[in-house]
């Protein structure tokens, strides 16, 4: 098992460095053949709308969805988790559109951009997961295939649809490895 893990900008390395910490082999994805090679995808944290337009100038989008397609899982954080939706609300700019949301970026507010708190995450009901929000968005709408996994504060953080996973928030950024061994556990029934 290889996973990828989408390297054009953002937090990368925490993602190759928390994969690593559980054992599991992972190469950063760049252009199209480094997508050949893996079984699952990440999508980091960062800026996406530059993450956006990448994605388009090396063609990694439509490869990306015919992946997809074929049934490769994949999980978005924050920046990632936006270029998954089909909705950003107020916003043309690229994207992969691959999940059944809308969502709102950057919904917590200028003053608290940034901010930590324990969040319920619903496939972890033993105790709930640090979640880490960066200029994070919110998932305002969600159709009728996606499962919400975790709501903070009234709004949305945490949905999956498929074999697709996405956290508003940056579980890499913590020693926490339980929303990776989900993913990765995601991997088993594909
Ligand atoms: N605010 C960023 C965006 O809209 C996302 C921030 C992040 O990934 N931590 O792309």
Known sequence: MKIGVLALQGDF???RAMLARIGVESCEVRKLSDLE?????IIPG???TTIGKLLTRYEL???IRTRVERGMPIYGTCAGLILLAQEIEGSTQPRLGLMDIAVVRNAFGRQIESFEADIPFKPTPERPVRGVFIRAPIISKVGN???V???FD?????????NLLATAFHPELTDDERVHRYFLNMLQGC
Not at 37 to 41: E, K, R
Not at 154 to 162: P, S, T
């Open 145 to 147: 295939g996606v499962e």
């Open 154 to 162: 009234g709004n949305i953080v945490a949905v999956r649809q498929g």
């Open 149 to 151: 996994l975790s709501e």
């Open 46 to 48: 960062g800026e996406s």
């Open 13 to 15: 390395a925490e993602h």
């Open 37 to 41: 090679s893996v079984d699952a995808l």
């Open 61 to 63: 989008d439509k490869a």
